[in-house]
């Protein structure tokens, strides 16, 4: 699997795990819902600015957020 396609599914492994719901998650981090969910769904890829927005939305930078990602799935 590639990395985009399993970051995708880490995105939204974290963000049910905090039990937030894609809307909710969008609104209060200011993500086009459907632009998420495509990506959660790996019907899209997603733009570095989008990544940012949802790293902060897991109160972290992108750099941890990337390396808690990297370090799970162990690379």
Do not use: H, W
């Not at 985009?4 to 200011?30: H, M, P, Q, T, W």
């Amino acid at each position: 699997m590639q990395y985009l396609n399993k970051l995708s599914l880490y995105v939204k492994k974290r963000r049910k795990a905090l039990g937030i719901s894609l809307n909710r998650f969008c609104i209060d981090n200011e993500i086009d819902s459907s632009c998420l969910s495509k990506f959660e769904n790996q019907k899209q890829q997603v733009l570095t600015s989008t990544l940012i927005k949802i790293a902060k939305g897991f109160n972290q930078t992108l750099a941890e957020f990337l390396a808690d990602f990297e370090k799970e799935i162990k690379i």
